[in-house]
């Protein structure tokens, strides 16, 4: 681990001289890094400009991330032990690296600020939500958590500012078909076997917006924000939903009203009743 990152593993292609072939992929910031000594192979052992593998071996380096725009919020701490960490989110930032949002992710930065080379995120809010997010703090400890998450036996409970739409008969269970596909922003229902299942309560009204109470059973991608959108109510500030908005890397003005206010499951480990609250606020 460094910086909060672990190492990538590179699979060799062509085989031959380890060099000629990760600058041939990834340019001249790999043969730095062959100087500076930091690939090596599955023993550990340094790689030279003189190493030659075979097709298929495997060899690791450190990723050179892209310079991010800083996400001028705090991630809170709720609770911490010897097995998990629970973390208020704060919106804009997201749960672990991927594509452009390496560093400036609540994983890599709560592994540098705690000193917690193995923490591992036990399941994932997206990068606009925030709310209540558990890590699992050794690897030990990992698989009892996550089969928490997959076999539903956590409750989760979010809560969403939107429109009011007097037609809109509430509360309501919504099921659907929902699908992501790589590369398009917007997740869409489709017809087939349901997927995807969310609770929809009004608990508060303020003129012409609502909060609302938002229970999934279910976990798929964006599926609170397509869910509302499709009762003609979309989370206020969404940039993907009913339309796809451009918005600047560095503004911060305008987070999604959704908060993962509550999660709640019998710890697999200590056998005890467990709920933790976010003490975020939604706010227009």
Known sequence: MRDGLGPVRIRIRTGGRVLDELVARFGAVAAAQVDRGEVVDVAGV???????????????????????????????????????????????LATMPRGRHVTETALVRLRKMLNLPELAPAHRLDRL??????????????????????????????????????????????????????????????????????HVELVERDRSVGRYRLTPSTGQTHQLRVHMNSQGAPILNDPLYPDIVEVAPDDFTRPLQLLARTLAFRDPLSGKDVRYESVRALGR
């Open 129 to 198: 939500t925030a709310g209540v997010l558990l890590f699992t703090v050794r690897r030990e400890a990992r698989a009892a958590y996550h089969a928490l998450f997959a076999q539903r036996q956590v409750v989760k409970v979010y809560e969403a500012l939107a429109p009011v739409d007097p037609g809109l008969s509430l509360p309501v269970t919504l099921r659907s078909r929902i699908i992501k596909r790589r590369s398009i922003l917007q997740a869409v229902e489709e017809p087939g076997a349901v997927n995807a299942e969310t």
């Open 46 to 92: 340094r790689v030279t400009a003189d190493t030659r593998l075979p097709a298929g071996a495997v060899v690791y380096t450190y990723r050179e991330p892209a310079v991010e725009t800083p996400v001028p919020f705090a991630i809170d701490v709720l609770h911490w032990d010897e097995n998990v960490l629970v973390v208020d989110k704060p919106h804009f």
